[in-house]
């Protein structure tokens, strides 16, 4: 059994869940007896676009580190907690894919280490600690409402009813890790930027503008929404409610 429970840590802003992928999702299910067939190729790119999108937080943790001392000794800690939970959710579906679709992926992964990220639209988010901050919490509480929005999509690929189950497990880690991770997002610019609520409007509003006027995602983690599962009414829904969230913190 998952046992989600959060890991007791003084740093509000470095938490992380506790659950464990062998129990959510054990290696026995990848081939269980009296499966049915695999889950049809037409449902393959949506799962392959959630792996890649998770696989690509370590391109943006490694242009992020770039930055060195200018990173602020709190954010290292935010980002290194993020970056373990996103290595995390690349296994996780990464298992998922395997299970759901069957066969030798390696060629399909082996593609995934060829990514390099173009993160010069962003750049002037990523140099703002503050600004950056602002787009990780836009970004996680999206990434949320996707995962918890995907969860019938994803139990509907198991190839029997305990895959099913184990899948609707999956998503719901992934879902409360993403949750844990903007409420992350929220402590670290609560403790660094306190007095700046005035401020987070207007960063949202040109984070809102920029995700919605994206056609093609860059490999950059942030910002993968330029897929059917995402529109503008649904960016500029999560991005209210964010900055509300913020104004109030950050005061
Ligand atoms: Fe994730
Ligand atoms: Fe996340």
Known sequence: MSVPLKTATARAWATRRSWDLDDVLPESLLAPPGAG??????HEPRVFQDLVAEYDARL????????GDRLSAPFREFLSAWAADEEKHTDALGRLYRCAFGGDCESR??????RRGDFAPLAS????EFKLGVMLAYDEAMS???YGADIPFYESLGRSDAQSSAFV???RELKNDEATHYKNAVELLA????GRGG???PVMEEIVAHDAAQEEYRATFLLDHATNQFDATMMGRVGRAVTRTLERRLG
């Open 37 to 42: 067939p695999v889950a049809s190729p037409e």
């Open 199 to 201: 401020e987070v409007a």
């Open 60 to 67: 943006l943790e490694a242009e992020l580190l770039t930055r």
């Open 125 to 128: 988010f990523l140099d703002d």
């Open 144 to 146: 949320t409402q996707g």
């Open 109 to 114: 992964f082996s593609r995934l280490r060829a």
């Open 169 to 171: 497990r999956v998503l």
């Open 191 to 194: 403790l660094r930027h306190r």
